[in-house]
Nanobody
């Protein structure tokens, strides 16, 4: 059974930093497309960052230059380093993993995949 468990969410002031972690069990983060999404109540889910099997990354326009996605294959853990945080980054952040795609294809790779329970990030001005 695949399980993704996020941690690291917190309340910080604008300009601060956080690092989110997502530990995977029953799944190998090395093998597939993995990523981070965020969503607030009543809002559409937004793709924050993705990481392909070969290490290629992609970022949403709103986080480019501030967030960095990475993984530790030995620890089977996905990370999201978030710097220069803004109040508009306030959201629930979810870790996601494809069940079959090594590449991250928008709108496709995470369909039918695995999701964590989310970790809350709150940024105050």
């Amino acid at each position: 059974q695949v399980q993704l468990v996020e941690s690291g969410g917190d309340s910080v002031q604008a300009g601060g930093s956080l690092r989110l972690s997502c530990v995977a069990s029953g799944y190998t983060v090395y093998s597939y497309c993995v990523g981070w999404f965020r969503q607030a109540p009543g809002k559409e889910r937004e793709e924050v960052a993705t990481l392909e099997r070969d290490g290629r990354t992609s970022y949403g326009d709103s986080v480019k230059g501030r967030f960095t996605i990475s993984k530790d294959n030995a620890k089977n853990t996905l990370y999201l380093q978030m710097n220069s945080l803004k109040p508009e980054d306030t959201d629930m952040y979810y870790c996601a993993a494809s069940d079959r795609w090594a590449w991250c294809v928008p709108g496709i790779s995470f369909v039918g995949g695995y999701w964590g329970q989310g970790t809350q990030v709150t940024v105050s001005s």
